[in-house]
Each structure stands twice: as structure tokens, then as C-alpha cells.
């Protein structure tokens, strides 16, 4: 098994170094893999002068996953947006056909207190929120910023979906949810925007096909709100990219800190890359203060997902569990009377407990 390691910037490199190390010990124990490192993002373009390398590209379409660290950071934001590393992302997931973004946000008991919310508003919470990734106006033509006949300026985004871009995604969604409390909650804005009302009838017909499935919809307003109210409601989210985007990093904080969240990005084949829901924080980077849960998280996800080892996959889950239980921090997760720790040793605490 070939695995695409691309840290990216800011704190990529420090959470990528502990998956790697939880990597390594799977290898000593058996685990047949093989990794090999690329440039993305701000460090593709600093070494390359593009946030996606050809090389990366071709390293990524010959290995059966990809770990990603983060993109980013505001040295870059000036450069055109072609060159900027966000770019270099989306390009990535676009090129391999990476459609389907699952985002878990699941509470560990020991960090009920750690959540904003009250704990018996998020004690026991297991939300799998579906995202589609390669669609929607994160893509769609037209776009840009032109000069009307007036001289005033306009930008525009596009967003279009087709059919089959929301039947695919509704299958990954439901296929899911009949793996677990088979509800299905589709987020839309029908009310307001055709793309989502096709969004809504589609996601009617891939239903039909799952009558063990119990389908709702939500506009996207209310699911915000509902997210923060009373998020045990839900099961299986499944939505757009734009709203998957803002609705994961809200569902983030119900779980104590967004260095929780790891995520899977699938093709059609069950090849993905693996990241975390989190961005590359470059005020914190470089000082070994970042969470690598995350990150190592996404690590059992490429496990189950990618190489349909569910038993490694636990494993790392428990050893997250364990390190937590012993009471290990990072600064984002930290409250009083728990041993706060930097990067490096909380991924030393999950390998001994490997
Ligand atoms: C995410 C991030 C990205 C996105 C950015 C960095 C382009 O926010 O993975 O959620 O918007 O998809
Ligand atoms: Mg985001």
C-alpha cells in the first residue's frame, strides 16, 4: 500500500510527523506500507512555484491514499489566485475525483468539558456529515472579478450541480447511514436556490432506494442553528460543498476543538486522501503547540476507508482514546487538572499506547 505524504504549511508538518509516526509503528507491527513525500500549498509553490507540483499530482494519482497536512498561511495570500495554496487543494481533490468529503464529529467523553456547549447537550454525540467536494460554487463558471461598463467592479461565483453529482453523493450518504442509525439529513436552501431545490429532488429519488432510511431536509439556516441546539438529532448529514464547508467547522466545536476532526475525501474507488478538518494555523506553527488527533484520526479513517482494515483503524481509535483518558492536552483541548502537552508528545502518548 502506497501512501502520498504531502505536510503542506504552517503546523502540516509538525500533526503530519505524529501520523507518521503512528504510521511507523503499524509498519513494525506488520502493516505493509510504503510512503513518499510531496510538496502542496504554500510549500509546493516555494519549492516548485506551483501549489500543486506536476510531481505531486502524478505521486498522488500512483499511491492508493494521501495523507495532507494543511495549506496556507498569510505570506501567500497576496499571490494570485491561481498560485495560492488553497488553490493547490481544490485542484487536488478535483484531479483525483476526490467527490465525497466525510467529516465525523464525535464527542470523546473525557473532553465533554472542553466543548462550549453544555455537556449534556453534546455528551454522546456521533454526527457523520457528508460533504460533496468537488462541485458547487467552489467550481462552478462563470467566476471571477471583471470591471462593468460603469467602472464598477463585480465578482461572481456559480452554483451548479448536476444530477448525477447529487445522486453520487447521495448514495455515499445513505450507504452510510445504513451503517449506522440509518437517518439521513439532507441540507439545502431550497426555499431560496434552484441548485439545491434539484439538490432536494434528487436526494428524494436516491431515498427511494434505501426504505430502511429515514430521510429529512433542513434548510441550511435552521441546520446551523439546530446543529448548536440540539445536534444529537442528527446522524448522517449530507450536503454541498459550501454548506458541508461551514456547517463541518461549526459541527467541529460541538467535539471540544476542531484539532478533533479528521476527515476522509473518496473517489468512486474508495481511494482517498486523509486530512484533518483544520486549517495550516500559522500563528501557532513552528511551536509545538498544534493538536495531531486530528490528523492521526484521519490516519484510522485511510485504514477503514482505503485499505478496509477496520482492526488497525480501532486500534488507533483506542490509542487516541487511551492517551486522552490518561489525561494528555493540547493547549485547544486543555482544562484544569489535565497534563497539557505540545505536538510532539501527545503523538509520543498516542504511540505508547499503541
Ligand atoms: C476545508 C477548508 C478548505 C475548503 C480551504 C482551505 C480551501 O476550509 O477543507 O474545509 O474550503 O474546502
Ligand atoms: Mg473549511
Redesign the pocket.
Known amino acids: 500500500m502506497k501512501i502520498a505524504v504531502l505536510p503542506g504549511d504552517g503546523i502540516g508538518t509538525e500533526i503530519v510527523a505524529q501520523a507518521v509516526k503512528v504510521l511507523e509503528v503499524l509498519r513494525s507491527d506488520g502493516l505493509k506500507i510504503e510512503m513518499e513525500y510531496g510538496n502542496i500549498g504554500g510549500a509546493g509553490y516555494d519549492a516548485e512555484g506551483d501549489p500543486l507540483p506536476e510531481s505531486t499530482l502524478a505521486l498522488a494519482q500512483a499511491s492508493d491514499a494521501v495523507l495532507l497536512g494543511a495549506?496556507?498561511g498569510p505570506q501567500y495570500d497576496t499571490l494570485d489566485r491561481p498560485l495560492r495554496p488553497?488553490r493547490g487543494?481544490?485542484r487536488i481533490r478535483k484531479g483525483l475525483n476526490l467527490f465525497a468529503n466525510l467529516r465525523p464529529a464525535l464527542l470523546y467523553p473525557e473532553l465533554a468539558s472542553a466543548s462550549t456547549l453544555k455537556p449534556e447537550v453534546v455528551s454522546g454525540l456521533d454526527i457523520m456529515i457528508v460533504r460533496e467536494l468537488t462541485g458547487d460554487i467552489y467550481f462552478g463558471q462563470p467566476r471571477g472579478i471583471s470591471t462593468l461598463a460603469n467602472g464598477e467592479r463585480e465578482g461572481i461565483n456559480t452554483m451548479r450541480y448536476t444530477e448525477s453529482e447529487v445522486r453520487r453523493i447521495g448514495r455515499v450518504a445513505f450507504d452510510i447511514a445504513m451503517k449506522r442509525n440509518k437517518k439521513v439529513c439532507s441540507v439545502d436552501k431550497a426555499n431560496v436556490l434552484e441548485t439545491t431545490e434539484l439538490w432536494r429532488q434528487v436526494m428524494i429519488e436516491v431515498a427511494r432506494d434505501y426504505p430502511e432510511v429515514e430521510l429529512s431536509h433542513m434548510y441550511v439556516d435552521n441546520a446551523a442553528m439546530q446543529l448548536v441546539r440540539a445536534p444529537k438529532q442528527f446522524d448522517v448529514v449530507v450536503t454541498g460543498n459550501i454548506f458541508g464547508?461551514i456547517l463541518?467547522d461549526e459541527a467541529s466545536m460541538l467535539t471540544g476543538s476542531i484539532g478533533m476532526l479528521p476527515s476522509a475525501s473518496l473517489d468512486e474507488n474508495n481511494k482517498g486522501m486523509y486530512e484533518p478538518?483544520h486549517?495550516s494555523a500559522p500563528d501557532i506553527a513552528g511551536r509545538d503547540l498544534a493538536n495531531p488527533l486530528a490528523t492521526i484520526l484521519s490516519v484510522a479513517m485511510m485504514l477503514r476507508y482505503t485499505f478496509a482494515d477496520e482492526a488497525s483503524a480501532t486500534r488507533i481509535e483506542n490509542a487516541v482514546k487511551q492517551a486522552l483518558v490518561q489525561g494528555y492536552r493540547t493547549g485547544d483541548i486543555h482544562t484544569e487538572g489535565t497534563n497539557r502537552v505540545g505536538c510532539n508528545a501527545m503523538g509520543d502518548a498516542v504511540v505508547a499506547a499503541l
Do not use: I, K, P, R
Open positions: 495549506v496556507g488553497e487543494l481544490l464547508d463541518s478538518s486549517g
